[in-house]
C-alpha cells in the first residue's frame, strides 16, 4: 500500500518536474503531495489475498465500515451481492466513488452508491481514499470522502491470470480469470488496452457449517424475568450465551401451543384438560404456561420436549426440543457471478488534441437464499378441527386440549417446504466515456468529457406465496362425495369458486402437494433501470509566463460540470397489489434529476528551498451547483489547505472543506410503501416501562393499559408480537441539502538518515449538519413515549395504537404463554426522511511503511492504524445535543488496523498480512450498557458482559517466478480459522467486520507476454 503522506513508487522514479494529478485536485503537480490524508492502493496490494471480490478487500481498511459487504448484502430485499463502501461509516451514500476522476453510474436506482463489482480488477493502476469533504473538486456526495479508481492508461503486452480457492471445510469455491491486452501504435502516441475478466463465488449457506444450523442457533437469551426489575438493573445479567437455542412456539411442520386452563374446583374435565395441557410453569407475567406440540412428517401431533423453556423469562426460545431452528435456510454468503469487459484506447494526435475512450460492461449475476414465508398475522395459522387433513391421532390430542366446544385452533408454522424465498438478479452495467484532452499555450491542460452510464438489472424472487389462493388452498374441506378441496368450491356460494384451488395438508414438514404449492406459490419480479448523462469540461496551468511567487508559480483550474440522471424501479403488478407475502411497493418513477456547476480551484505556492520553509503551500476550491428537484437550488462547496515543510524530512498539513450531498431522487419521491418493524421491543410494556423515566407518565397519557386481555386470560401489559408489525416508509419531496465541514491536520516524516521510511500521523473531524435521516420505526416508538414534554410531539403522531394497547398493524401478541392472532386494522406507523440530525466523527490515523535491500532480499514493511475518537449520532429533534453514540458498536470499533510484511528473495516471495479488528459492544446501542452524557446506562446487566473480544486474522501467501514471463502463487487467508464470536453471524448490520468464511486456500498464476 502507499498513502499520499509518502512519495509513491512511481512517482520516486521519476523527475521532480513530472507532472502528475493527485485524486482531490485537478491540478497537475510534481508529486503526490496533498494537504488532505490519502491512501493509495497498488493492484498488488488489492490482489494479494484470496478473495476474488475487490469490495471485500477495499471494505477491510481501516478507513471504510463494512456497511455493504458480500456477507451482509442480503439482509434487504434486491441487495444480495451488492459491495458498497461507506468512508468513515458516515453512510454508503456519502462517499463519492469515482473512476479517473470521473462520476459512475450508480448501482441503485434513486441514489448514488455503486457497485465495487461493477470495477474492472486486472485494469486498476491504484485506488486513492481520500478523507474529507470533496465536493468543491467532485460535486455532491463526497461529504465522507471519495475513492477513486485510477485506470491504467498506456497497457502494453498480454496477460492471463486465474485463480481458484476453497475453504478448508471444502465448501464456497471462488474462481477468477482474467485476460488483459494492450498495444501502443503510431510510433507510441496511440493505445488500445482491453479486458476480459470472470469471477465467481459460489453460495455459502447456513446448512454447510454445523456450528450455525445443527442443532440450533447461538445466541444471547433472556434468562431473567426482569418484569419490575429497575432500570438501573439488579445485577444479574438478563441474558446468557447459550446454543442449541429453538423457537419453541413455532416448527417446520407447525407447532400447536395448548392453553393452560384456570383451576375450576370439583370440575373433573378441567383437571384432566389441566393435567394434559398445563407444564407446571408460569409465565414471566405469572400466567400458567401451556405445552406446545409439533406436528411431524407423518401428521401426528407431538410433544415438544425441550431441555430448556425459556417462556418463563419473556422469551419464545427454548433449548432442544423439535421447535424451528431457522437456520434451514439463509446464507453466510450470497453466490455471486461477475463477467466484465472493458475497453481503453487513446491517441495523441498532437499534444493539444487527444482523443481517448473508455467502455464497459459488466454483468453480475446474484443468488440469495432468505427465510421462508411463515405462517402468522399474513398467512394465517387458524385451522378448523374438522379440517380433513388432520390425523386421527391429532384429532384425539387436539379434542383433549382444545376447552370444550372449540371449533379453531393455531399452529405456527414456517414454510420451508414452500421453498425460501431466495433472489435471482441480474445487473448489467454499461458505461462509455469519449473525450478530448491536451496540452496549449506550453503547460496549461484540457479535458472535454461526455460520460455515459447506464444500469439494467432484473431479479425474481422464489417462495412467495398468493395470500389469497393460500388462504383458498388452506381452508381444506370434504365434499359430498367425501373428497378433500378447497372449501371456496364445496360452499353454498359459486360466485368465488375457483376450478384451479388446490387444497393444501400443512400438517408436518413436506406435507404440501407439488400441486398445491403450484396453486399459490409464486415469483416475484422487480426490473430497474437507471441513466446517467454526464458532460464536464475543464482547463489548468499556471501563470508562469506573467510571474512568479518564491515558491513558484500559481497555479489554477476552472471548469464546469452538467449531469442528468433518471430512475426506475417496478415490481410485477401482483407483488405491486399487495397481494403476495411480500410488501406492497409501488412503482418508483421521478423526475430527472439536473445538476448544473462550476468550479475553480488554485494552488498558490508562497515559499521554497529557503531556511525553514522547504515548502510553504496554501490550497483552495469552490464550485457552485444548480439541484432541478428538492429545495436544494443554488449552493456553495469550498475548501483550502496549507501544507508546509521546515524541512525536507518533516511535512505538516492541514486542510479544511465545506462540503454538501444534495438529496437523492429516493429521498425525494419514494412513495409510502409497506414495511415491518421484526422484534418490536414496546417501551410501554410492563417489562421496559421503567428503562425511562418519562414512559409511565407518557404511556398512560397516551391510553395504553397496564393490563392485556386475550382469551379471557389477564396478564401485565407486555405486547410481545408473534411476528413483524407493518407500517409505512415513504420519502420527503421538501429535503434539502446536507452540509459538512471537515478538518484534516498531520504530520510526513520522512527521516533522510533512515531511507525508505516513511511515517505519516493524520487528525480527521468531519461534522455534517441537516442530516437526511429517516428515524426507525423502534426509534420512532421509543421517541413518542420517552419525551420529557408529552406525547404532544411528531413521534407520537406517527404512531397508531388499538385500544387494547396492540399497534394497527400488529397481527399476533403472546399472552399466558400462548401465541394470539388477530387481523391488523391499519399501520403501526409512518416513517420517513427530514433535515435535523447531526453526525459526527474524529480519529486519528498512523501509517508506517518501510521498504529496504539486504543483499538479494528486499524488506517491504508497511503499518495502518486507525484509532476512532469519536462517531456520535444526534437524531433527537427536541434535544438537538443528546448524543447517539455509534462508537464501540458492532462496525465500529475504536482500534483497526493491519500489518504487511513482504521479504522478496528473487525468484521466491512471502508475503504476511495481519489484521486487527478492536472489540464492539454485545448490545445492538452502545447506551445499552454504558454511560453517554452522564446518562446512566439505559440496561446494564442487559448482557453477562459489554464486549466482544478483539479480533486478529493472518494470511499468507508465497509466490514464485518462474522466469520473466510466469508466476505462480498460493496462499492461505485466515490461517488459524478465525470464526466471528458468539452469536454474530456476519449477515446483518455492520457484521461484516468480522469474517464468517473461515480459512481459505487458494492457488493461481500469472503469465506475461
Known sequence: METGTQVAAEAAEASDDTAIVVTGSRIARPNLDSPAPITSLSAQELTQT??????????????LRSTFSGSNSTRFIGTAGLNVLDLRGLGTNRTLVIVNGRRHVTTTPGDSSVDINTIPVDLIERVDVVTGGNSAIYGSDAVAGAVNFVLKRDYDGFRLRGQSGVTSKGDRPSYFGSLTAGKNFGDGRGNIAAALEYSQSDALYFTDRSRYSTTGRRQFNATENVLN????????????????????????????????????????????????????????????????????NTGNLVPNNVVKDFRPFGSGNAIGGLGSSQRLTGQLQPGVKRYSANILAHYDVSDAFRPFVEAKYVRVDALQEGQPTFLQGTLPATYSVNNPYLSTQARSVLAQSL?????????????????????????????????????????????????????????????????????????????????????INADAITTNDDASCVPVNLFGMNTPSAAALNYFVVNSTRREKADQYDATAFVSGDLSQLFELPGGPIQFSIGGEYRRETAYSAFDDVTRSGATFLNAIPIFDPPAQIVKEGYGEIRI??????????????????????????????????????????????????????????????????????????????????NNIRDNPNRVANCAAAGVPTTQTFNGITEPFTNVPTSGISGLNGSN?????????????????????????????????????????????????????????????????????????????????????VQVSFPATGQSFLSGPFNFAKQKTSGIDADLSYSHNFGDTKITMRGIVSYLINRDNYTDINTPGYIDQQKFEVGDPEWAGSFTINADFGVFDLNYNMRYVGKQTVAAQYETQNSVQGRPALNPDAFPFVFYPDVTYHNIRIGADINEKFRFYAGVDNVFDKQPPYDITGTTGAQGIYENVGRFMYAGFEAKF
Not at 484470496?50 to 478487500?57: C, I, K, N, R, Y
Request: charged fraction near 15%.
Open 733 to 817: 419531496p421538501n429535503l434539502r441539502e446536507e452540509t459538512a465541514d471537515s478538518f484534516t491536520g498531520g504530520v510526513v516524516l520522512q527521516p533522510s538518515m533512515i531511507p525508505g521510511l516513511t511515517l505519516s500521523v493524520d487528525y480527521y473531524n468531519i461534522t455534517i449538519n441537516n442530516v437526511i435521516f429517516s428515524l426507525a420505526p423502534q426509534t420512532i416508538i421509543n421517541q413518542c413515549y420517552d419525551s420529557p414534554s408529552g406525547i404532544n410531539n411528531q413521534y407520537c403522531a406517527a404512531l397508531t395504537r388499538n385500544p387494547n394497547g396492540t399497534f394497527a398493524g400488529q397481527t399476533g401478541v403472546t399472552n399466558g404463554g
Open 229 to 296: 426489575e429497575p432500570s438501573t438493573g439488579n445485577g444479574v445479567p438478563d441474558t446468557t450465551f447459550l446454543r442449541n437455542v429453538r423457537n419453541i412456539a413455532i416448527s417446520e411442520g407447525g407447532a400447536y401451543t395448548s392453553a393452560c386452563p384456570t383451576a375450576v374446583a370439583g370440575d373433573a374435565a378441567n383437571a384432566a384438560r389441566r393435567a394434559f395441557n398445563c407444564t407446571g410453569e408460569f409465565s414471566n407475567t405469572g400466567a400458567a404456561l401451556g405445552r406446545v406440540f409439533v406436528f411431524d
Open 50 to 63: 484470496g478473495d476474488v471480490s475487490l469490495g471485500d478487500t477495499l471494505n477491510k481498511l481501516p478507513a
Open 403 to 487: 376447552a370444550p366446544g372449540a371449533t379453531t385452533f393455531t399452529a405456527q408454522r414456517i414454510n420451508v417446504d414452500f421453498g425460501a424465498r431466495g433472489e435471482d438478479h441480474r445487473r448489467e452495467t454499461y458505461r462509455i466515456v469519449g473525450g478530448v484532452e491536451g496540452t496549449f499555450n506550453t503547460d496549461w491542460r484540457y479535458e472535454v468529457a461526455l460520460n455515459y452510464g447506464h444500469l439494467d438489472t432484473f431479479y425474481a424472487t422464489q417462495g412467495n406465496v398468493n395470500v389469497q389462493k393460500f388462504r383458498n388452498s388452506q381452508n381444506a374441506v370434504r365434499n359430498t362425495s367425501g373428497a378433500i378441496v378447497c372449501g
Open 605 to 686: 505556492p508562497l515559499l521554497k528551498d529557503v531556511p525553514f520553509f522547504q515548502e510553504l503551500t496554501i490550497d483552495g476550491a469552490a464550485r457552485v451547483s444548480n439541484y432541478n428537484i428538492g429545495a436544494t437550488g443554488t449552493v456553495w462547496s469550498y475548501n483550502g489547505g496549507l501544507t508546509w515543510s521546515p524541512v525536507r524530512d518533516v511535512r505538516l498539513r492541514g486542510s479544511y472543506a465545506r462540503s454538501v450531498r444534495a438529496p437523492t431522487q429516493s429521498d425525494l419521491f419514494s412513495s409510502p410503501s409497506q414495511t415491518f418493524l421484526n422484534g418490536l421491543i414496546d417501551p410501554c410494556s410492563q
